[in-house]
T-cell receptor, first 115, second 112 residues
Framework: DARVTQTPRDKVTEMGQEVTMRCQPILGHNTVFWYRQTMMQGLELLAYFRNRAPLDDSGMPKDRFSAEMPDATLATLKIQPSEPRDSAVYFC?????????????FGPGTRLLVL | GENVEQHPSTLSVQEGDSAVIKCTYSDSASNYFPWYKQELGKRPQLIIDIRSNVGEKKDQRIAVTLNKTAKHFSLHITETQPEDSAVYFCAAGDTGFQKLVFGTGTRLLVSP
């Protein structure tokens, strides 16, 4: 049963530190999404990629967040410098991508706490 | 851009009752409407989806209905069980952009 994997599962850091979150999409999926979940804002789309190319990162604070796909099996989300308001659960999801909307499969999430 | 509203925010039912969660969307180009279930501390998981070419879809105790004219869709759970307790999210998306806009979630509590 193929699944999206994410590391780390939990991260506690101090304000100002760099945070890197990693995601391995399901093999064969060419579309990768990064979401942030908080109690106040729900599930927000930060960025997404198709065939490793960024399609939309309008949901991401550009001054401190960056997202990349170094290869088809790895997506990264970096925050530098981190701030307490970045505390949230960050989910990666992947989908097959094609002519129509395909199911998005979510990873287990990275729970980030910035002190 | 697309905007999805979801109601109610919380829903408490007795085991065996039915539960209905409603969502409205704003973009008439949206043609794909999935529902996700998220248990506490877990990942959202797809439970059912519907595309704009059908008006209803069923899967055992779960059904989804879509009214394109009114731009709303609903999740129906019959014979609810305690293990149905979770947060349910609706979403809307379109083929062109392949991204989803999620509703704010409904916390369903099923009491034995």
């Amino acid at each position: 049963d193929a699944r999206v994997t994410q590391t780390p599962r939990d991260k506690v850091t101090e304000m100002g530190q760099e945070v890197t979150m990693r995601c391995q999409p399901i093999l064969g999926h060419n579309t990768v999404f990064w979401y942030r979940q908080t109690m106040m804002q729900g599930l927000e789309l930060l960025a997404y990629f198709r065939n490793r190319a960024p399609l939309d990162d309008s949901g991401m604070p550009k001054d401190r967040f960056s997202a990349e796909m170094p290869d088809a099996t790895l997506a990264t989300l970096k925050i530098q410098p981190s701030e307490p308001r970045d505390s949230a659960v960050y989910f990666c999801a992947s989908a097959r991508g094609g002519d129509r909307q395909e199911t998005q499969y979510f990873g287990p999430g990275t729970r980030l706490l910035v002190l | 851009g697309e905007n999805v509203e979801q109601h109610p925010s919380t829903l408490s039912v007795q085991e065996g009752d039915s539960a209905v969660i409603k969502c409205t969307y704003s973009d008439s180009a949206s043609n794909y409407f999935p529902w996700y279930k998220q248990e506490l501390g877990k990942r959202p998981q797809l439970i059912i989806d519907i595309r704009s070419n059908v008006g209803e879809k069923k899967d055992q105790r779960i059904a989804v209905t879509l009214n394109k004219t009114a731009k709303h869709f609903s999740l129906h759970i019959t014979e609810t069980q305690p293990e149905d307790s979770a947060v349910y999210f609706c979403a809307a998306g379109d083929t062109g952009f392949q991204k989803l806009v999620f509703g704010t979630g409904t916390r369903l509590l099923v009491s034995p």
